[in-house]
Structure formats: structure tokens, C-alpha cells
């Protein structure tokens, strides 16, 4: 397989907000590494059945369950023990193992953050394809500047899955994707916006990069628990603006 290119990040503080729950929430991280970039079709192709038009560019169209398979298939090709247990589309992520995975969400926005405050780590022109480059497909990874970790691409081209749940009593299964995309205004590619969709539902600008780290405890890491999925309450509140409410079963 084409060499998947990691960076190892320090550990560090990143704080989260939620624009719907009006919340925010500060993570403690330990010491991962994570994709210098997004996935290619190169990559997804070598592991996967699926054709490489554009090999240099992010593969997208492609499933939040489809990317879960492509860490478990990839960490078996490199002899790593995959990360992911399926009882048919429910994944379990067994927190200890060190095989290939999708960043938490909290591991993505400090990757993507690289220790800067602001919505972006560069001038927006510089760092990220947007809707403002004109552009109709993702381009191929690497064509902007690279943030101070020197990953590039985490603003715009592509939104990028990660592992946690949206928002499970709202939005029931859904799972975050962050980052904004080659089609988006700047307006929503910024560091901190969240969004999210169906782990079976596949879009042309959303694609995914992956991380490695094992954790001490199987069942919560780098802010995510399986417990707090179960437990987070229905509240009401605001949606932002392009999101899709999901019925909650008790109304």
C-alpha cells in the first residue's frame, strides 16, 4: 500500500463548542499521530474496491462505515491490530489498540488548530479550497499551505468523518465531519464548525484522514466515552443553519 504519512502531535488542550447546545468543553489529549493528509484515491483503492481516477486528490463519496472498514483493512495490511469490532453496522472502537482509526473530535480540531485561536490557521485564500477558488471537485492534497503541525488540508477541500457520535439524542447515529469543503463559503470553513450525517451516507466533498494511538481504557480516549454517548439528554435549542433535525423517538 502507498505509505499513509503520519505526523505524531504533542499532547495538549483543546476546547470544543457546540453551537446548538450553546456548550463548549475542554479536552486534555494525550500525545497521537494523525494523516499529514487526507486519504487519496490511491490509497482507498490499494484497500478497497474501488476505482483511482484523480490517485493525488482525497477520496470522498465515501461512508462514514466504508472509512471504519478502509483503518480496520489497512491495519491488517501493515500487520497492526485492527482497531474496530462490527456486529453487523454497529461499531465498537476498542480504545487500547494502536491500529489505523478515525481522529476523535477532538484530536481533529486540535490537529486542525495546530495551537492557533482564531477560525483559521492562515489567511482562508492560502490555507483552504473554498467556493471563493471556483473550484468543482476536491484538488489534489497539499496544494495550500500546511499549518504549524504541517498537516495540510484541514480547512476546506474536504469535510472529514471523525469517530464521535453528532449529537445522539437530536440526531440519533449520526457521526461529525469538520473541516468544510472545496464547495463551501468561508463562512463555514473555519476550525470549530461541526457537522454531521448518516454512517451510511456517502458525499462528494466529505472524504476522512487517519490517526493512530492507543489509550489505557477501552471505553473513553481523548474525549469521547461510550459512556457519554449513552447518557447525553434531549435538550432543546437552536439549530444552526443547514442542519436537518432528526424526530426524537419520544416526541
Known amino acids: 500500500m502507498t505509505d499513509i504519512e503520519l505526523q505524531r ?14 456548550a463548549e468543553r475542554t479536552v486534555e489529549l494525550e500525545s497521537f499521530e494523525i494523516g499529514v493528509f487526507a486519504v487519496t484515491e490511491e490509497q482507498l483503492a490499494e484497500i478497497l474496491p474501488v476505482p483511482s481516477r484523480h490517485p493525488r486528490r482525497p477520496a470522498v463519496d465515501i461512508s462514514w462505515l466504508r472509512a471504519v472498514h478502509f483503518c480496520n483493512a489497512a491495519s491488517e495490511w501493515e500487520g497492526l491490530d485492527p482497531v474496530y469490532r462490527f456486529d453487523g453496522e454497529d461499531v465498537v472502537w476498542d480504545a487500547t489498540g494502536d491500529g ?26 492560502d490555507a483552504a479550497w473554498t467556493s ?24 476546506g477541500n474536504t469535510w472529514e468523518w471523525c469517530w464521535d457520535l453528532l449529537d ?13 469543503g472545496f464547495a463551501d463559503e468561508a463562512w463555514s470553513v473555519r476550525a470549530s464548525v461541526r457537522r454531521g450525517g448518516s454512517p451510511r451516507t456517502a458525499q ?11 489509550f489505557d481504557d477501552p471505553q ?16 432543546d ?12 423517538p419520544r416526541d
Do not use: M
Not at 132 to 146: C, F, N, S, Y
Open 9 to 22: 502531535l504533542p499532547g495538549g488542550q483543546v476546547t470544543l463548542h457546540d453551537a446548538r447546545r450553546r
Open 100 to 125: 489505523y482509526r478515525l481522529p476523535t473530535e477532538a484530536e481533529w480540531e486540535y490537529a486542525c488548530r495546530a495551537g492557533s485561536i482564531g477560525p483559521h490557521y492562515a489567511p482562508l485564500s
Open 132 to 155: 471563493a477558488d471556483g473550484v468543482r471537485a476536491p484538488q489534489e492534497v497539499g496544494g495550500k499551505l500546511p499549518n504549524l503541525f504541517g498537516l495540510f488540508d484541514t480547512l
Open 168 to 180: 445522539p439524542e437530536r440526531y440519533g447515529e449520526y457521526r461529525v465531519f469538520r473541516g468544510g
Open 204 to 214: 462528494d466533498d466529505v472524504g476522512f484522514r487517519v490517526a493512530r494511538g492507543g
Open 220 to 235: 473513553a480516549a481523548q474525549g469521547w466515552s461510550a459512556q457519554d454517548d449513552r447518557e447525553r439528554s434531549f435538550s
Open 237 to 248: 435549542g437552536p439549530i444552526p443553519f443547514g442542519w436537518t433535525p432528526l424526530r426524537h
